[in-house]
């Protein structure tokens, strides 16, 4: 029973987390709002939680353990941001303007790891931290 739960607790985190980053994508890729990523941050940890939770322990409001359903909450989250980072420069690779280079040779150009590092500032580890702490809490 147990595993049960848990394997629905991740599924129900994991589809959280895919509408979470998708969302990463469009507002972050698309409308190019890297403020409005902060929103998305909250609103995906609250997906990402809740969908932990929903899947842990379905739609009742019995008294349920919260045990390690909001820690795995917490790092469906952190990979949330890792895919959700991850399309964002996918995206900046493919609508990369005025570039002679095929993709495949763009993405050598420039790794995941170097587009990455200036990406995170200012506000990256705000979002990292709000995606993860949102997740827990909702979870709970």
Known sequence: MVATRAG???AGGLAGGA???LLWLVIG???????GLVVVAVVGGWLVGGGTALGAWGR???AHVTGRIPWLAAALA???WLVATFLLYLYAQITLPASSLTLGDRLAATP???WLAPQLLPLGPLELLLLAVVSWWSAR
Request: proline residues 0%; glycine residues 10%.
């Open 29 to 35: 890729g698309t409308l190019d709002l890297d403020a």
């Open 78 to 80: 952190v990979l949330t």
């Open 60 to 62: 009742g409001d019995a």
């Open 8 to 10: 629905r607790a991740f």
């Open 112 to 114: 995941f790891t170097d």
């Open 19 to 21: 509408v979470a980053a």
